[in-house]
């Protein structure tokens, strides 16, 4: 893949859970380098569009393309790709027993033959870069949320996947933590010449950090542009998912939309 094609494309994507169609008609380039705020309500579809990006979902019509090839169906190969993409989870998932230097390590372990002293190395080196390398050999349960954020973002980045995927990022985060968190997705892909795709209801917190916003409702992309174009547009959809307005075009209890012919 050429430095200036895009990292990630979805080609009229449709995709559907539980005999229903959720996402449909969907287009998008992630350019490299860049930040990608994917925004909607709860229910949109941000999470199932995540599950194609990963391959855990196979696409009902239109392609997934990742570093410049579809995303394969077969074991072995999905999990090669899946090595170059690292993903934040909203619940972290970080494993209690272990410290937080042992979570990061996991990748590693798993997926590397390194001696222990390069991994331990390299563990320390990834706290550093979220600035919590003094709590290396703490539990999660000792940690704030904001810190066992942090940590969970040095794990997906253990293994320096050149695509950064955030689930929810700041769900459960007060406002300063979040600001923590959002900061540091800015400074990694900076620094760290990351791509990244961010995925989150939260819009005031993830717009000043996004190149790019796109805006998921009713099935669809009902916007695609710049934050300042987000901010500025009188779209009727737009303006209710940030205004944060009960009633307009986003219906909240509609009915399952019927699965459509391909």
């Known amino acids: 893949m050429t430095n200036d094609a895009?990292?990630?494309r979805l080609s009229h994507l449709r995709l559907d859970r539980?005999?229903?169609?959720?996402?449909?008609?969907?287009?998008?380039?992630?350019?490299r380098?860049?930040?990608v705020a994917v925004l909607g309500p709860s229910g949109s579809g941000k999470s199932t569009l995540l599950a194609a990006l990963t391959g855990e979902l196979e696409p009902a019509a239109g392609s997934v393309e990742v570093f410049g090839q579809a995303v394969p169906q077969g074991r072995r190969a999905l999990l090669e790709l899946r090595k170059g993409?690292?993903?934040?989870?909203?619940?972290?998932g970080l494993l209690t027993d272990l410290t937080a230097a042992e979570n990061v390590a996991l990748p590693l372990r798993a997926h590397t033959h390194?001696?222990?002293?390069?991994?331990?190395?390299l563990v320390l080196m990834k706290l550093h870069a979220v600035g919590l390398r003094a709590v290396a050999d703490s539990y999660p349960r000792e940690l704030s949320g904001g810190m066992a954020r942090r940590v969970a973002l040095a794990r997906a980045l253990?293994?320096?996947?050149?695509?950064?995927?955030?689930?929810?990022?700041l769900t459960g985060l007060d406002p300063i933590a979040s600001g923590v968190v959002m900061e540091l997705v800015r400074?990694?892909?900076?620094?760290?010449?990351?791509t990244s795709i961010v995925v989150t209801h939260h819009v005031h917190e993830t717009l000043p950090?996004?190149?790019?916003?796109?805006?998921i409702a009713n099935g669809g992309i009902v916007f695609s542009g710049t934050p300042a174009q987000l901010e500025a547009s009188d779209d009727p959809f737009v303006r209710q998912f940030l205004n944060g307005e009960p009633d307009g075009p986003i219906a909240f209890d509609a009915a399952p939309r019927p699965t459509e012919a391909a």
Do not use: C, F, K
């Not at 993409?85 to 972290?92: E, F, H, S």
């Not at 253990?158 to 990022?169: G, K, R, S, T």
């Open 187 to 194: 400074r990694l892909n900076d620094t760290l010449g990351l």
């Open 18 to 31: 539980g005999g229903r169609t959720v996402l449909r008609d969907i287009s998008l380039e992630v350019p």
């Open 158 to 169: 253990a293994l320096d996947p050149p695509l950064m995927i955030y689930d929810e990022p």
């Open 114 to 121: 390194l001696p222990d002293a390069v991994i331990r190395q």
């Open 209 to 215: 950090v996004a190149d790019h916003a796109i805006v």
């Open 6 to 8: 895009p990292i990630v």
């Open 85 to 92: 993409i690292g993903v934040l989870l909203q619940g972290n």
């Open 33 to 35: 380098g860049s930040i």
